[in-house]
Structures are given as C-alpha cells and as structure tokens.
C-alpha cells in the first residue's frame, strides 16, 4: 500500500473514531482499513490506538503521528494542486505520418503553442512509425492498426482507403463498377506500405483480394496523386490525402462500395508518460482539434 495512503487511512480512522467509520468514509471495506492499521502500527512498533467497545481513541504516539501525518498530507495535496496549477513549460516531442502532419498536425501543435505559451513543441514528420522511448518522443498520431499493445491508445477518429482516378482517364477508359475491373486498368500503386501488388476490398478479413499488374509504381504519395490528376490511371490513397481533389472535381471517388473497413486515427504515448501535465494536455488539445476536422467524416468518428 502507498505509505501516503496508509497515512491518510490512520487519519480518517482518528477522525471517525471507529474502523467502520474511516471505512465508510473513504469508500473502503473494513478489513482493508483494519489491515492498514495494523501494518502501521507494525512498522513503527508502537500502539497507535486504544480500542473499546464503542470508540477508538488514539495513544500519545497515534496523537503526535496523526498531527504530523495531517501537516503532511495538507503539504503533499498542496505541493500537487500547486504543480498542475503552474502554467505548463518545457519541451514536447510529437511524432505524425508527413502528409497528415503537415496539413492537419501542425495546424494544432500552433493552436497548442498559442494556447500554452510557455510550451515549446518539436514536431516530427515521419511515415515511418518511431519508436517513442528510442527516439525520445511524447506523442505520436498513428493512421491504421497498432502493432504495440503497451502502447497507450485515445482514438480520435477514423479515414478510410479510397480509390480514385481523374475524370480525363475515366472519359478515356471508362469507369470500374467492381475491383475485378481494376486488371484491365492502368493502375498507380504505392511502394511505400508494403511489397505485396494487390488491394483488398470489402471487409476484413473476408474482402476480396485483387492482384494487380501497375503501369507506375511510386513510393511517395503526393507523385501518386501528382500522376492520378494528369489522367494516367487508377490509384488508392487515404481519404484525407485527397480530400480537396474531390471537392474540387479533380479527382473522382471510385468503388465506394467495396471499400475496406475504417482505419483507426489514434493519439498514442507510453503510460509512463501519459498523466505529465504537459503530455495530458496535449492530448485533451488535439483530441478536441482532431474531432473538428472536416476530413474525419461523422460516421466515421468513435
């Protein structure tokens, strides 16, 4: 047990009066308010109360224990009311994928700076997931699942894979009504995920796979969609990646009805981490932030 716990047990019970009361009034059962007691009284190997019938009453020990234990724990809860009080300071470190932290991020570690403005924030754009005790990181924005169960998770939303092409190539080529279609058309594919040529449709796990044969392959996703606006085939991408080109008409949104399931947008950071004040309300920050942003479809939000 907490020693600052089991001060705070003998306190109530000195107050109370009587083990059932100290039991009642800090929500706890009888015998685990007993327990403590009797640990304390062990440790320090001194009586520390006289029981009678009707009432504890403390010894000279308990007396000069209970005064000192009260100083210290109206010391301890003023020492931590006034740390979270203190306006926040220092550095942090937050990880996001480049294009999603570039137009979405970064906007919100600003407001963040603005709105703490004794905070200082080093953002670092990476496709790559970082490892955050390696690399020395608070936070991290994650798009899909998460591979790391210790990891601690808040989900702000949700994107989906989205496959669209230009209106120039569909006049040209027609439009695919279903992904088995997509073999007798020019595709762009992503290097950047994985080696595998193929894209899956419907739901997981049961969707259907399609392996393809692409005219272009890029490892970078602005070249994609750098290729897909020009008319030179069919590629798949996040739906935040391309969300001004279909609300300006650039680029049209096919096979919206195979698509896969939803993927995951997350806040994540290690739980040693997670209840630093500065971490705590960065997080609570971009939550709010994340939630307004008209990428994240309503439906599509947890």
Excluded: C
């Amino acid at each position: 047990m907490d020693r600052l716990d089991e001060l705070a047990i003998f306190v109530a019970i000195i107050d109370a009066g009587s083990l059932a009361g100290a039991a009642r009034r800090l929500r706890r059962s009888p015998p685990a308010v007993t327990r403590a007691l009797a640990a304390l009284e062990a440790r320090i190997g001194l009586r520390l109360v006289e029981r009678t019938t009707r009432r504890l009453s403390p010894t000279e020990a308990g007396r000069s224990l209970a005064e000192r234990a009260r100083a210290l724990l109206t010391d301890y809860d003023i020492a931590v009311t006034g740390v979270a009080s203190a306006p926040l300071r220092g550095l942090l470190r937050v990880t996001a994928p480049v294009q999603f932290g570039r137009r979405h991020v970064a906007p919100v570690v600003t407001g963040f700076l603005d709105a703490f403005p004794e905070m200082q924030v080093e953002l670092v754009l990476n496709d790559r997931n970082l490892d955050l005790i390696e690399e020395g990181l608070d936070v991290a924005v994650r798009i899909g699942p998460l591979s790391d169960s210790a990891l601690v998770v808040r989900r702000v939303g949700s994107v989906r894979r989205v496959t669209v092409a230009s209106p120039a190539y569909l006049a040209r080529r027609g439009i695919p009504r279903a992904p088995s279609e997509l073999v007798r058309h020019d595709i762009i594919f992503g290097t950047s995920r994985s080696g595998l040529l193929e894209w899956r449709f419907g739901p997981s796990p049961r969707g259907s796979l399609v392996r393809l044969a692409p005219r272009l392959l890029v490892n970078e996703i602005e070249a994609q969609l750098v290729a897909a606006r020009a008319g030179r085939g069919i590629a798949r991408v996040l739906s935040y990646q391309v969300a001004d080109d279909l609300a300006a008409g650039t680029l049209v949104r096919l096979l919206r009805d195979f698509e896969p399931p939803p993927l995951p947008v997350q806040l994540v950071t290690q739980s040693r981490s997670q209840r630093a004040p500065k971490v705590q309300a960065f997080l609570d920050y971009a939550a709010e932030a994340f939630r307004g942003l008209p990428v994240i479809r309503p439906e599509e939000r947890n």
